[in-house]
């Protein structure tokens, strides 16, 4: 079995074992809202499939990321723009 490491969710360690997707590591890390609506009503994920694109985050710099669909890598750093 491979060990737990580590990613950063707005700046704040969370250890998260293989396979856990980023959304998971959001939520253990105590966060809610993952984004805003344009209206600026916070918002998370909903169907967690990559439909509904509620879950969208910043990954690694990069912004818009389907945080259900999207495997934790140690070092990775998530950013919930809500």
Same mark, same amino acid.
């Given at each position: 079995?491979?060990? $737990?490491?580590?990613? #950063?969710?707005?700046?704040? @360690?969370?250890?998260? =074992?293989? &396979?856990?997707?980023?959304?998971?590591? !959001?939520?253990? $890390?105590?966060?809610? #809202?993952?984004?805003?609506? @344009?209206?600026?009503? =916070?918002? &998370?994920?909903?169907?967690?499939?990559? !439909?509904?694109?509620?879950?969208?985050?910043?990954?690694?710099?990069? @912004?818009?990321?389907?945080?259900?669909?999207?495997?934790?890598?140690?070092?990775?750093?998530?950013?919930?723009?809500?």
């Amino acid at each position: 079995m491979r060990k $737990a490491f580590q990613v #950063r969710v707005n700046g704040k @360690p969370v250890a998260v =074992p293989p &396979g856990t997707v980023a959304a998971a590591a !959001v939520a253990l $890390a105590g966060e809610t #809202r993952f984004r805003r609506s @344009p209206q600026g009503t =916070p918002r &998370g994920p909903l169907c967690g499939m990559g !439909v509904c694109m509620e879950c969208r985050v910043t990954i690694n710099g990069r @912004p818009h990321c389907l945080s259900c669909q999207t495997l934790c890598e140690a070092g990775m750093e998530i950013h919930t723009d809500a």
